[in-house]
């Protein structure tokens, strides 16, 4: 049998390492290979990333480095990775724990420990603006709104949206698109939909805060990772990002809420207006930005080489159904194709596109 070929992101771990027996990797990721290491003479122990040339990028960055942006952290955010200095290059510590993901709590309350350190994440973020944050950002003057102007705000990340992924990969995907009867309009109407937010003062935002993104050490302390997704903008959107991520039960749901809303109005006042009108507007969004990319990625999952993932298919076409049916009302879809429909268009997309090669 022929050896595996080792990749170059590897070389590099085991060259900056005490050895290659104490790299672990790679880690679990969809967009990076990620390697632990111990430098030489080092105390601490380090991540090297590499972006996988594979990914799919579908959400804006808008800091030039994440490294950065955590030196710029460091003091002002309880329990980020550090950043150490090996070879020339800012490598982040790595965080020894489980996320929230590992300990299986997806889907089920939170422990009030972990809770209570959430709630003073955000406290944390809030109290971090444009002004106060030193760290060199990458987006351009119009994708940059004016404090508090929430409507611009989430306008630019529907234009990112209809732009960058959809627009981007309708060559491929559009006919697929079409089939799920997610067409031109159906951004035109979101654009409609979530217009008129009220203004809000604009703080940090981590933009995923997600189970995977926390992580419990062996003494119970929260930690924050992956802040690729950093941004400057409306501290509503957070709090929606991470509810329709988390998938809190109902009652959890609604105590994060109740918390969220008392800890950023105590630091900065008008944080929390009209939260009643503009959180399911703003979940809306995010619901419809996840079916775009839910269908790229669903039927690139699919593809094996030249071939087809048949036994995978059923499972694949059920969860691009839900979130068909989840973003049909912000999208102002006409219908929703049942999962036989949905099966039926990915296997026609893959007959179509077969000389695409494999994500």
């Known amino acids: 049998m022929t050896p595996q070929a080792v990749s170059p992101a590897r070389q590099r771990a085991e060259a900056m390492s005490d050895g290659s027996s104490l790299v672990r990797g790679p880690l679990k990721g969809y967009h990076h290979e990620t390697y632990v290491l111990s430098p030489p003479g080092g105390s601490v122990t380090v991540k090297l990333r590499e972006p996988r040339s594979t990914s799919l990028w579908f959400d804006r960055r808008c800091f030039q480095s994440e490294e950065e942006l955590l030196r710029g952290l460091q003091g002002r955010i309880d329990r980020v990775p550090g950043i150490v200095d090996v070879e020339g290059m800012g490598l982040q510590t790595f965080i020894e724990g489980r996320t929230l993901g590992e300990h299986r709590w997806r889907g089920r309350p939170v422990p009030d420990a972990v809770f209570g350190q959430i709630v003073d994440l955000f406290r944390q973020l809030t109290r971090i603006t444009a002004g106060t944050l030193r760290v060199q950002r990458r987006c351009s003057p119009e994708d940059a709104p004016e404090d508090g102007d929430t409507d611009a705000f989430l306008k630019r990340l529907v234009v990112f949206v209809e732009e960058q992924v959809y627009a981007a990969n309708r060559p491929v995907f559009g006919g697929l698109f079409a089939e799920l009867g997610v067409r031109d309009e159906a951004l035109v109407h979101l654009e409609k939909n979530v217009a008129g937010l009220t203004p809000r003062p604009f703080c940090l935002l981590h933009g995923d805060l997600h189970r995977e993104n926390f992580v419990v050490d062996p003494r119970g302390g929260l930690w924050t990772i992956d802040w690729e997704l950093a941004m400057v903008g409306d501290p509503l959107y957070d709090l929606a990002t991470h509810l329709y991520l988390m998938?809190?039960?109902?009652?959890?749901?609604?105590?994060?809420?109740?918390?969220?809303?008392?800890?950023?109005?105590?630091?900065?006042?008008?944080?929390?207006?009209?939260?009643?009108?503009?959180?399911?507007?703003?979940?809306?969004?995010?619901?419809?930005?996840?079916?775009?990319?839910?269908?790229?990625?669903?039927?690139?999952?699919?593809?094996e080489g030249t071939g087809f993932r048949w036994a995978a298919l059923p499972r694949a076409a059920a969860k691009l159904q839900g979130a068909v049916a989840a973003a049909a009302g912000p999208l102002g879809l006409d219908a929703v194709p049942g999962r036989r429909q949905v099966m039926a268009a990915l296997a026609r997309w893959h007959r179509e596109t077969a000389a695409l090669p494999a994500e």
């Open 247 to 303: 998938r809190y039960p109902a009652d959890q749901e609604a105590r994060m809420i109740r918390e969220w809303c008392e800890v950023v109005e105590e630091v900065r006042p008008g944080s929390s207006r009209a939260w009643e009108h503009d959180l399911p507007l703003i979940t809306g969004f995010k619901r419809a930005q996840s079916l775009y990319t839910d269908t790229v990625r669903a039927a690139l999952s699919l593809r």
